[in-house]
């Protein structure tokens, strides 16, 4: 893919296939900037990856810790919702989510399109996070308890700092779930000033060819982004989850 980004069409095409493009060119990424207007439909998938992720992290901390510390009524049933979300197909929720985004009139909306992600994202969230917070020893909080904090307090001076390699793993789950999503985005945007990276770079294979190189270019393009999300929090998820957190 990126060999091609950087071949012209004939070469693509060519019956020897070549590894060092001959005709090195940067055609494909100007028709997808210029033509195709492809850095606003980056930056549409980017504010609406990061915004739902946003939301779902503070959203699925704030959850994961409350069931996994605390007992309350209907916790298991809870808890079993929880992961069936996650085992119905989107595609079942087509129907309804187009009726009551219309009625909201969010239809062709990026705000519309971002609180699905927080939807359908959260429950996965909760469900790692719950996993991470589990391996939390409680002495934790009891020893902030004895020193008087609140719950709050525990969670955001005790229980964050442990948990910051559990929300960086769950963050670029979360991150990359959104941004690849094709489904939701092609059905919901209509308007080509909002589509996303995915639906985009479905949009070059047209009726009567594909456009290869641009695609190939985009593609590309479109790995940046992730790779460069995944860097930033690669410490938090290397960092052990309660390393040296207790003696003895």
């Given amino acids: 893919m990126l060999v091609n980004s950087f071949k012209d069409r004939v070469e693509i095409f060519s019956e020897i296939p070549t590894f060092i493009p001959k005709n090195f ?6 028709k997808l900037f210029i033509d195709l207007k492809f850095g606003t439909i980056i930056l549409n998938s980017l504010k609406i990856a990061l915004f739902s992720t946003s939301v779902v992290i503070i959203l699925a901390a704030l959850s994961s810790y409350a069931i996994s510390r605390f007992n309350f009524k209907g916790k298991k049933v809870l808890n079993l919702w929880i992961i069936l979300v996650r085992i119905f197909p989107p ?7 187009y ?7 969010l239809l062709n909306t990026h705000l519309g399109l971002i609180l699905l992600y ?10 790692m996070l719950i996993n991470f917070i589990n391996e939390i020893p409680v002495e934790i909080e009891e020893s902030g308890m004895i020193d008087g904090a609140s719950h709050l307090q525990i969670f955001l001076r005790l229980i964050i700092p442990l948990l910051l390699p559990g929300l960086g793993a769950t963050a670029i789950f979360t991150f990359i779930t959104s941004w690849n999503e094709f489904m939701f985005a092609l059905i919901f945007l209509q308007s080509p000033k909002l589509v996303t990276v995915p639906v985009a770079l479905s949009g070059l294979i047209t009726e009567y060819l ?3 190189g ?8 479109s790995l940046i982004p992730i790779l460069l999300f995944a860097i ?17």
Avoid: C, H
């Fill in 25 to 30: 060119t940067l055609e494909n990424y100007k």
């Fill in 91 to 97: 595609v079942a929720f087509v129907v309804p989510l």
């Fill in 99 to 105: 009726l009551i985004l219309r009625n909201l009139n």
């Fill in 118 to 127: 927080i939807t359908f994202n959260l429950p996965f969230a909760i469900w």
């Fill in 210 to 212: 594909v456009l290869w």
């Fill in 214 to 221: 641009p695609m190939s270019a985009g593609g590309i393009i």
């Fill in 232 to 248: 930033l929090m690669q410490d938090y998820i290397i960092k052990g989850l309660t390393l040296g957190s207790i003696k003895g």
